[in-house]
């Protein structure tokens, strides 16, 4: 088999890198240091709480410390959907209540515009478009389940949703035998990598320290060590998601 296809190459981290090209690496942590408060991971998570920690309290000394570079983990791979789908919304509600699965989806709603508001304000250039997510079903049995779906979204309490037949659909996109849809506003597309790329200049811009090439190879409290020095911090934050097994102590332990 050819190791290329449409462009993407194995080992070539993803289709978005292949497309806008790997980062220059930003350089590693040189020595012991200390922080505020030290950011294990340079995705999505760690960056935006990077972000936000230091948009509040502009005053805190705040450490990135990213094993390769930022965005190298699902960050950088992803389908590029900016939605706002919640996994395990039920199951939310039963443990929470319904008022606050409704608050829950209405902060999800409105993450979509926060994201697009931060990346014009910071000057990100990222592809977005918002034009929201469309459901479609392609076979009558399908088209019952998204009727059904789409009826439990607007008792849910989002109203803003919109059922359309074959024919509207077809005016929208056109996906071969398509006989119905489910339309929320909720939702844009973006280019991942150029959001985390930004990002990660972004948080830069704003005074954050940020070492690539660094692995942290263990937290203990208040410590994350890596082979070029220690950083000490009264807060250590780990934002390893799916990598965080490799870290010492923490091996079976995938998720946060
Ligand atoms: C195939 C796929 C498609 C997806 N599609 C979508 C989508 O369309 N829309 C959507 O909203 N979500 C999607 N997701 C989910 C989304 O991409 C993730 O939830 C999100 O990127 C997680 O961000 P993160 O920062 O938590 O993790 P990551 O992006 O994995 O970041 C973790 C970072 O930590 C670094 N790291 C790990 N261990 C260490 C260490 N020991 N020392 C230093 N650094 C370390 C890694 O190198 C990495 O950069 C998708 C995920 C996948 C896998």
Same mark, same amino acid.
């Given at each position: 088999?050819?190791?290329?296809?449409?462009?993407?190459?194995?080992?070539?981290?993803?289709?978005?890198?292949?497309?806008?090209?790997?980062?220059?690496?930003?350089?590693?942590?040189?020595?012991?240091?200390?922080?505020?408060?030290?950011?294990?991971?340079?995705?999505?998570?760690?960056?935006?709480?990077?972000?936000?920690?230091?948009?509040?309290?502009?005053?805190?000394?705040?450490?990135?410390?990213?094993?390769?570079?930022?965005?190298?983990?699902?960050?950088?791979?992803?389908?590029?959907?900016?939605?706002?789908?919640?996994?395990?919304?039920?199951?939310?509600?039963?443990?929470?209540?319904?008022?606050?699965?409704?608050?829950?989806?209405?902060?999800?709603?409105?993450?979509?515009? #926060?994201? +697009? *508001? %931060? @990346?014009? /304000?910071? $000057?990100?250039?990222?592809?977005? !478009?918002?034009?929201? &997510?469309?459901? =479609?079903?392609?076979?009558?049995?399908?088209?019952?389940?998204?009727?059904?779906?789409?009826?439990?979204?607007?008792?849910?309490?989002?109203?803003?949703?919109?059922?359309?037949?074959?024919?509207?659909?077809? #005016?929208? +996109? *056109? %996906? @071969?035998? /398509?006989? $119905?849809?489910?339309?929320?506003? !909720?939702?844009?597309? &973006?280019?991942? =990598?150029?959001?985390?790329?930004?990002?990660?200049?972004?948080?830069?811009?704003?005074?954050?320290?940020?070492?690539?090439?660094?692995?942290?190879?263990?937290?203990?409290?208040?410590?994350?060590?890596?082979?070029?020095?220690?950083?000490? @911090?009264?807060?250590?934050?780990?934002?390893?998601?799916?990598?965080?097994?490799?870290?010492?102590?923490?091996?079976?332990?995938?998720?946060?």
């Amino acid at each position: 088999m050819s190791s290329s296809t449409s462009g993407v190459v194995n080992g070539g981290v993803s289709f978005w890198y292949a497309d806008d090209g790997l980062p220059a690496v930003r350089e590693p942590l040189a020595g012991d240091a200390s922080a505020d408060v030290v950011i294990v991971g340079g995705g999505y998570t760690g960056l935006w709480t990077a972000y936000y920690l230091k948009k509040a309290a502009p005053f805190l000394r705040i450490t990135v410390l990213e094993q390769k570079f930022c965005g190298y983990g699902a960050s950088g791979r992803n389908g590029g959907w900016l939605y706002n789908g919640i996994a395990g919304r039920d199951r939310y509600a039963r443990l929470h209540g319904h008022e606050a699965a409704v608050r829950l989806q209405r902060a999800m709603n409105d993450t979509v515009d #926060e994201v +697009i *508001r %931060v @990346a014009e /304000a910071e $000057g990100v250039d990222a592809d977005i !478009h918002k034009g929201g &997510v469309l459901e =479609v079903a392609c076979t009558p049995a399908q088209a019952a389940r998204l009727r059904a779906f789409h009826e439990a979204e607007l008792a849910f309490g989002e109203k803003d949703r919109e059922l359309y037949g074959a024919r509207e659909t077809a #005016e929208r +996109i *056109r %996906v @071969a035998d /398509a006989v $119905g849809s489910s339309w929320t506003p !909720h939702g844009a597309r &973006v280019h991942p =990598v150029k959001l985390v790329k930004g990002l990660a200049a972004a948080v830069e811009g704003l005074g954050v320290t940020v070492h690539e090439s660094t692995p942290v190879t263990e937290i203990r409290p208040r410590h994350a060590v890596t082979p070029y020095g220690t950083v000490r @911090a009264p807060y250590v934050l780990r934002c390893t998601e799916g990598f965080t097994a490799s870290l010492k102590g923490r091996s079976g332990r995938g998720c946060p």
